[in-house]
C-alpha cells in the first residue's frame, strides 16, 4: 500500500521573497502550514473537526534544512505527512521541491492540540477518527534538534523591538507562528545577510503573545557559528527562541 503524502504546488510571487530574490524563511514556514492544514482537513481530522469542538492545533516546533535557494518566479512541489502522534505530540514532516525535482527543503515539525476554552493540553487519542498504524513513520530530518540554547537578556544583544497588533493575528487569536521567522531574522542586517547562505533554521514557541504587548529581541553569536535569536516580553520571559546556521 502506497503510503500517505499530500501534495501542492505554489508559485513563488513577489511578497513572498527577501531582498536577494530567495523565498522567505516566513514564507517557507507559511506554506507548511498550508499544506499541512490541507492535509489534516483531507485526512478528517481539520479545522471543521477540531473549531467546533473548541480545539485548535499549534505548533510548538519547526527544524528546517535549507539545500538549494528557492527564487521568485519558482514553482515549487510541497509534501507533507503526519506521523504516528505520542502521547501529547503531533509529528509532522515536509518536502520542497524545486521544478528540476531537486530537493531544495526538509523540514520537521511538532504540534499540539489545545483546548482553547480551558487552555489546556489534549491527548492524541481525542482525535478518535484515525488509524494511526497506518501512518508514513518517515522522518524528512532524521534527528531534528528540538533543544534550542537558552541565554538571558544580558548576555545577548538587542536588534529588534516590535509592540504586537492586530495584523499579527491568526483566528487562534494569537500571533500566528510564520511572523515569528520574521522577527528572527529582523535580528540581522541586509549587509550580514548579504554575505550569507542559510543553512538550518529551528524555532520553538514557548508562550503566546497577544495585541500590545511589546516584544524584545535578542541576538547571540556560539562558538561553533550558529546564532540564537530570542524574544522576550515585557517581563523578561522568553516568548520564542530561534537557532540559525549559515554557509557564509
Not at 227 to 247: D, K, M, P, R
Request: hydrophobic letters at 35%; charged letters at 25%; one cysteine or more.
Amino acid at each position: 500500500m502506497e503510503l500517505y503524502e499530500h501534495k501542492q504546488q505554489f508559485t513563488i510571487k513577489y511578497c513572498d521573497v527577501d531582498f536577494k530574490d530567495e523565498i522567505k524563511t516566513s514564507t517557507v514556514l507559511a506554506l507548511m502550514e498550508e499544506v499541512a492544514c490541507f492535509s489534516a482537513d483531507e485526512l478528517g481530522f481539520g479545522y471543521a473537526y477540531v473549531n467546533p469542538r473548541g480545539y485548535a492545533f499549534m505548533v510548538c516546533n519547526i527544524c528546517c534544512e535549507f539545500f538549494k535557494p528557492i527564487v521568485l518566479g519558482e514553482r515549487v512541489e510541497v509534501r507533507t505527512w503526519p506521523t504516528p502522534p505520542t502521547h501529547v505530540i503531533f509529528g509532522r514532516e515536509y518536502q520542497f521541491f524545486n521544478a528540476k525535482g531537486e530537493n531544495a527543503i526538509n523540514a520537521s515539525s511538532r504540534w499540539c492540540l489545545i483546548d482553547m476554552h480551558e487552555g489546556k493540553l489534549l491527548q492524541s487519542k481525542v482525535i478518535d477518527n484515525q488509524d494511526y498504524t497506518t501512518y508514513n513513520t518517515s522522518k524528512a530530518i532524521e534527528s531534528p534538534k528540538w533543544k534550542i540554547p537558552v541565554f538571558k537578556q544580558e548576555e545577548g544583544e538587542l536588534k529588534f523591538t516590535i509592540t504586537i497588533a492586530n495584523s499579527e493575528y491568526d483566528h487562534n487569536m494569537h500571533v500566528n507562528n510564520t511572523r515569528y521567522a520574521d522577527y528572527c531574522f529582523n535580528c540581522f542586517s541586509i549587509a550580514e545577510l548579504a554575505k550569507k547562505k542559510l543553512k538550518k533554521f529551528s524555532i520553538t514557541y514557548v508562550k503566546q503573545c497577544k495585541e500590545n504587548e511589546t516584544l524584545y529581541f535578542y541576538r547571540k553569536r556560539l562558538e561553533d557559528g550558529s546564532y540564537l535569536a530570542h524574544g522576550f516580553n515585557e517581563v523578561g520571559q522568553i516568548v520564542t527562541q530561534s537557532q540559525i546556521y549559515f554557509e557564509e
